[in-house]
């Protein structure tokens, strides 16, 4: 019997994501719709749907977006040879890039300039991945986990330097990066972590969570890889863990295992649906008190462009 719901903090929405979505509804009072938006703007249904609902149409090929519209880049960035195809098709860009992955590729630049060859530790066919990548298509080799850092093979490098993805597990980065640096000595790595602080901060969170759990929760969707590492970090201590996108896929037997309900949820999820599963709960046992546990104060916020601002307040 559930006795406790235990929410984790910080969780949901961090400043990128917010950030993200902030310059769509910007974009959509200037230019109207339909406004065209370069793949996912995050990585969550139920954003993507209410967008929808107001004329966004999401896109994965900027040869889908007619010559002169106004486009979005989503927040995960994207690579050159995609702001080439929309500059040749004269698109209105609008870029949403989260100042975190923007980070990543302004790295990415410097080394290729600076003669470097790049590791890339991230998810194969992520966009955070490719876009980053396509900076320097030529100077990048991914590697996922730890088992392909130990099997690569390069040639000798005297400039070698290595870029992460923002959204990774920090303990499989941390287990990867320790191969890499034992077999590439000379491997040289950027002064300022690459994974954001959102992402580290909700797997400490999460850490915290499951040790006082018996089934923790995370909401958020299957395509997002925050929200599947957040599931993970859980599943490494020992903990039960389920990733689920709304109220409606969770399971009563998952609540049968004790007393406590752990609840986190992804850096693209809204909090609305974090509140429709504690409802949920609440349905099933009225008695279960809410509390909260709070492991880190966040207080990062990014802004949009004065200009985009600017312009919106005109319409």
Same mark, same amino acid.
């Given at each position: 019997?559930?006795?406790?719901?235990?929410?984790?903090?910080?969780?949901?929405?961090? $400043?990128?994501?917010?950030? #993200?979505?902030?310059?769509?509804?910007?974009?959509?009072?200037?230019?109207?719709?339909?406004?065209? /938006?370069?793949?996912?703007?995050?990585?969550?249904?139920?954003?993507?749907?209410?967008?929808?609902?107001?004329? %966004?149409?999401?896109?994965?090929?900027?040869? @889908?977006?007619?010559?002169?519209?106004?486009?979005?880049?989503? #927040?995960?960035?994207?690579?050159?040879?995609?702001?080439?195809? $929309?500059?040749?098709?004269?698109?209105?860009?609008?870029?949403?890039?989260?100042?975190? %992955?923007?980070? /990543?590729?302004?790295?990415?630049?410097?080394?290729?300039?600076?003669?470097?060859?790049?590791?890339?530790?991230?998810?194969?066919?992520?966009?955070?991945?490719?876009?980053?990548?396509?900076?320097?298509?030529?100077?990048? /080799?991914?590697?996922?986990?730890?088992?392909?850092?130990?099997?690569?093979?390069?040639? !000798?490098?005297?400039?070698? #330097?290595?870029?992460?993805?923002?959204?990774?597990?920090?303990?499989?980065?941390?287990?990867?990066?320790?191969?890499?640096?034992?077999?590439?000595?000379?491997?040289?790595?950027?002064?300022? @972590?690459?994974?954001?602080?959102?992402?580290?901060?909700?797997?400490?969170?999460?850490?915290?969570?499951?040790?006082?759990?018996?089934?923790?929760? %995370?909401?958020?969707?299957?395509?997002?890889?925050?929200?599947?590492?957040?599931?993970?970090?859980?599943?490494?201590?020992?903990? !039960?863990?389920?990733?689920?996108?709304?109220?409606?896929?969770?399971?009563?037997?998952?609540?049968?295992?004790?007393?406590?309900?752990?609840?986190?949820?992804?850096?693209?999820?809204?909090?609305?649906?974090?509140?429709?599963?504690?409802? !949920?709960?609440?349905?099933?046992?009225?008695?279960?008190?809410?509390?909260?546990?709070?492991?880190?104060?966040?207080?990062?916020?990014?802004?949009?462009?004065?200009?985009?601002?600017?312009?919106?307040?005109?319409?």
């Amino acid at each position: 019997m559930v006795k406790r719901i235990l929410l984790a903090a910080p969780r949901g929405f961090c $400043a990128g994501v917010a950030y #993200a979505i902030e310059v769509v509804e910007l974009a959509l009072k200037i230019h109207g719709a339909p406004l065209y /938006v370069r793949h996912a703007i995050v990585h969550n249904e139920w954003v993507v749907r209410s967008f929808e609902k107001q004329g %966004v149409i999401f896109v994965e090929s900027i040869e @889908e977006i007619p010559p002169g519209s106004p486009v979005v880049f989503s #927040a995960h960035g994207v690579s050159p040879e995609v702001r080439r195809q $929309a500059a040749e098709r004269n698109l209105t860009i609008i870029d949403a890039t989260c100042p975190l %992955v923007t980070k /990543v590729h302004n790295e990415a630049r410097h080394y290729a300039g600076k003669g470097y060859f790049m590791i890339y530790i991230g998810h194969k066919g992520h966009v955070e991945a490719e876009g980053t990548m396509g900076e320097a298509p030529d100077r990048f /080799v991914l590697v996922e986990n730890p088992e392909q850092a130990e099997a690569l093979q390069l040639p !000798e490098y005297e400039k070698l #330097a290595v870029l992460t993805q923002t959204t990774l597990s920090v303990d499989e980065v941390k287990a990867t990066m320790d191969v890499l640096r034992r077999r590439f000595p000379q491997l040289v790595r950027p002064k300022k @972590e690459d994974i954001c602080y959102a992402t580290t901060n909700r797997q400490a969170a999460i850490r915290e969570l499951a040790n006082q759990s018996s089934v923790v929760l %995370v909401i958020g969707s299957t395509t997002s890889s925050n929200s599947n590492r957040l599931r993970e970090v859980a599943e490494s201590l020992g903990s !039960e863990a389920h990733l689920i996108s709304s109220k409606d896929e969770l399971k009563a037997e998952w609540l049968l295992r004790g007393e406590t309900v752990g609840i986190s949820s992804g850096a693209s999820t809204p909090e609305e649906m974090v509140q429709d599963v504690v409802g !949920e709960i609440l349905r099933l046992y009225p008695e279960a008190q809410v509390e909260t546990l709070v492991s880190v104060d966040e207080n990062v916020n990014f802004r949009p462009s004065r200009e985009l601002i600017e312009l919106a307040l005109v319409k």
